[in-house]
């Protein structure tokens, strides 16, 4: 179990286009629905075909669920294309590289959910599940210098300069904390997640279109 994590492909225009158009849906007719994702265009179109969905999104809609539902119907409208890191941002992956790496630090904006194009979240708010907001390519723009310098699990490996440490750090094992971390981020999990990651970052920021960040517990 756990969270899985999954970055979505945006086109900053197609986000737009979504958030005008659902934000005048009305939920409760499998056909509304249908018609709202197909005036969308894209890729909404298959989404609008997908009539055992529409279905359960129509039949589940209540003035309760409205927003968590708009929220998964923006999910499937949105994305162009979309990269599975499981659970690579969790503490089994990246998550604790992040924190104690310095170089790996522009990365937090995806483990702090530093988000720079948010939706409305009293029409578009996830539940436990989700999509939960937006990095802009500018604010991706920081994670590149890592993503160049640490294309191989050798290169990660030797992310950790110890003459830079403070004798602070060093007293409260920051260091050793440190190495473990890359242990985990070059394992498994932790290097599928960054090599994942960095292909979803190269082509947002050469696009200049966003990534979002979807969660499903």
């Given at each position: 179990?756990?969270?899985?994590?999954?970055l979505l492909?945006?086109?900053?225009?197609h986000?737009?286009?979504?958030?005008?158009?659902?934000?005048?849906?009305?939920?409760?007719e499998?056909?509304s629905?249908r018609?709202?994702?197909?005036?969308?265009?894209?890729?909404?179109?298959?989404?609008?075909?997908?009539?055992?969905?529409?279905?359960?999104?129509?039949?589940?809609?209540?003035a309760?669920t409205?927003?968590?539902?708009?929220?998964?119907?923006?999910?499937?409208?949105?994305?162009?294309?979309?990269?599975?890191?499981?659970?690579?941002?969790?503490?089994?992956?990246?998550?604790?590289?992040?924190?104690?790496?310095?170089?790996l630090?522009?990365?937090?904006?995806?483990?702090?959910?530093?988000?720079?194009?948010?939706?409305?979240?009293?029409?578009?708010?996830?539940?436990?599940?989700?999509?939960?907001?937006?990095?802009s390519?500018?604010?991706?723009?920081?994670?590149?210098?890592?993503?160049?310098?640490?294309?191989?699990?050798?290169?990660?490996?030797?992310?950790?300069?110890d003459?830079?440490?403070?004798?602070?750090?060093?007293?409260?094992?920051?260091?050793?904390?440190?190495?473990?971390?890359?242990?985990?981020w070059?394992?498994?999990?932790?290097?599928h997640?960054?090599?994942?990651?960095?292909?979803?970052?190269?082509?947002?920021?050469?696009?200049?279109?966003?990534?979002g960040?979807?969660?499903?517990?």
């Amino acid at each position: 179990m756990g969270v899985r994590h999954v970055l979505l492909l945006v086109d900053p225009s197609h986000l737009d286009r979504c958030l005008r158009v659902l934000s005048q849906l009305e939920l409760g007719e499998a056909a509304s629905i249908r018609s709202a994702l197909e005036e969308i265009g894209g890729t909404a179109v298959a989404a609008a075909q997908d009539e055992g969905w529409l279905e359960d999104v129509a039949e589940g809609a209540t003035a309760e669920t409205r927003a968590g539902i708009m929220n998964d119907v923006l999910d499937r409208a949105v994305g162009a294309s979309e990269w599975d890191i499981d659970k690579g941002l969790g503490d089994a992956g990246l998550r604790r590289a992040i924190e104690l790496v310095p170089a790996l630090a522009p990365f937090a904006i995806f483990t702090n959910f530093r988000f720079d194009v948010e939706v409305d979240p009293a029409t578009f708010a996830p539940e436990d599940s989700g999509l939960y907001g937006f990095f802009s390519a500018s604010r991706l723009d920081a994670c590149l210098p890592a993503v160049r310098r640490f294309d191989t699990r050798e290169a990660a490996r030797a992310s950790l300069d110890d003459s830079a440490w403070t004798w602070g750090q060093r007293l409260t094992g920051r260091p050793a904390r440190a190495r473990e971390s890359v242990v985990t981020w070059t394992d498994e999990v932790g290097w599928h997640a960054w090599t994942t990651m960095r292909e979803a970052i190269v082509e947002a920021t050469s696009r200049r279109w966003h990534l979002g960040l979807s969660m499903t517990v």
